[in-house]
């Protein structure tokens, strides 16, 4: 007999309510997500999050309170964390960083709306979700961190055992958990103590955190 999976858990978070009920109408289409409660302000997210658990919160950045950058580092801090899935309708500057640097797990740009419930599947099941403008910005921010932010991912890496290592450069590398069980022969939960044991010793909380760091350090081929 098969197993039924359990849909993804979603709560939406934006100001704007018929920016809300598109995102509804959206997700309404994918059998498998299950919107289960809705936040117009970053301190709503945070006590819905609470009552509702989410798997996935998706947030927009613009909003009053608190917004989208604290809100999401307020999430990230409970005990339960939800992955939070940036959608907003800018992409400038230190922005997407900023929001990365704050444990949100992808950035999507809200004319992007074809790709949403995909990027809602990656980030639950453990895969970041960037679009290209994103990825871009992120790669260059990377790039112009200079040498001691390099030296520093250097001496944190040599902390990781060479297993550890190994997960950290195909997390970097953009493999999904399947992907890199097979590549190293190992089993699913394996790989996931392991970049749970890697996250500890790295001092982030995410797999774009450890992207950054596999980059930083040299892990990454050119």
Known sequence: MTVPVSPVRVLLCD????????LRLILAAAPDIDVVAEAGSGEEAVELSLAHYPDVVLMDLRMPGIGGIEATRRLRALA??????????????????????????????????????GAIRAVASGDGAFSPETSRRLTAHIRAGGAPRQAEARRLVAELSPREREVVRLVGDGRSNPEIARALFIGEATVKTHLAAAQVKLGVTGRTQVAVLAERAGLLPP
Request: net charge negative; glycine share 6%.
């Open 15 to 22: 100001d704007d309510p018929l920016v809300r009920s598109g």
């Open 80 to 117: 339960r964390p939800p992955r939070v899935l940036v959608l907003t309708t800018f992409d400038v500057d230190e922005v997407p960083v900023r929001a990365l640097v704050a444990g949100a797990d992808g950035f999507l740009l809200k004319t992007a709306s074809e790709q949403i419930a």
